[in-house]
């Protein structure tokens, strides 16, 4: 690998790779992205740790989407191995090496399903939890 790539893709450990699937997925959801999933890849491919599906409202939205989860990704210092271009729209791909992030319009979620194709992967709960009332005093 040149030094140009090394300082691209910094592969992290199992834990740190789903802390950013689960921040990713909820800057995703921040950003009204709709129906978000992670897939735990880690058992059954060495293509990536987590998939991050969710579809995007419009190109704009999804385009605003990746890039929010490219600067946390810069926060950390992760850089993405590969990313679409967002402005296209259809299918937004930003590849971390150990995440990739897979945000679609509608139709092309419909047409690619990746969570049925790998259906036997385990999803992560991500969902922040709700936050309680606290009792009237």
Request: cysteine-free; proline content about 5%.
């Amino acid at each position: 690998m040149t030094d140009e790539a090394s300082k691209r893709v910094s592969p992290s450990s199992g834990e740190d790779a789903r802390e950013f699937a689960v921040a990713a997925a909820r800057i995703a959801h921040e950003n009204k992205a709709e129906d978000i999933e992670i897939l735990d890849l880690r058992e059954l491919s060495a293509i990536a740790d987590f998939f991050v599906i969710g579809t995007g409202t419009s190109s704009r939205q999804m385009s605003a989407v990746a890039d929010h989860i490219k600067d946390h990704a810069r926060a950390l210092d992760r850089r993405p191995f590969r990313a679409t271009d967002p402005r296209e729209g259809k299918w937004v791909l930003a590849d971390y090496v150990d995440v990739v992030i897979h945000l679609f319009d509608a139709d092309h979620r419909e047409f690619y399903d990746l969570a049925s194709l790998w259906g036997d992967a385990p999803r992560v709960e991500w969902l922040p939890e709700e936050p309680t009332e606290s009792p009237a005093e």
